[in-house]
């Protein structure tokens, strides 16, 4: 009988160590996630401080844009609204600002120049937009046009 009680006695110290053990990395964790905190607290009231520094140095400006995030931290929907009428006016009024030039067309894609003076051929893949200002504006002998997918083996 004394080496079953010897057996529970080594099983019952076994399992002391292994709630020792546990609890230590318990804490351990706890330590490490304590420090990330109070790291990231410290982080944060130095945002805060350089934030304060900003607005003390611009007040005017500062005063606007407090009370412009004020709104729009009280009032989320109407921004929301506001913003949605403000890109809708922007779209309607964007043909009238940037009228295209006369026969732009005809000499270069935007963004790109022109055409016209290309020392070697251009490639153009595809039958979008692009592909037919492209066609447009640059010589014949300038361009080489691929179907989508052209040179892939099925």
Not at 27 to 40: D, F, G, P, W
């Amino acid at each position: 009988m004394n080496s079953f009680a010897a057996r529970d006695r080594v099983c019952a110290v076994k399992a002391d160590e292994a709630k020792t053990a546990q609890a230590e990395s318990s804490a351990a964790e706890l330590t490490k996630l304590r420090n990330e905190v109070v790291a990231q607290a410290r982080e944060l009231a130095i945002i805060r401080w350089e934030i304060s520094s900003l607005i003390r140095q611009h007040p005017v400006s500062a005063r606007v844009t407090q009370a412009k995030y004020s709104v729009l931290r009280r009032f989320p929907n109407c921004a929301q609204k506001i913003s949605k009428v403000r890109l809708a006016v922007r779209d309607l009024f964007a043909p009238l600002r940037h009228e295209p030039e006369v026969g732009s067309a005809a000499t270069g894609i935007p963004g790109a120049g022109s055409l016209g003076s290309l020392p070697s051929p251009v490639l153009v893949v595809g039958d979008d937009l692009i592909v037919q200002r492209t066609l447009r504006a640059a010589p014949r002998q300038n361009v080489v046009v691929l179907d989508q997918g052209a040179g892939f083996l099925g």
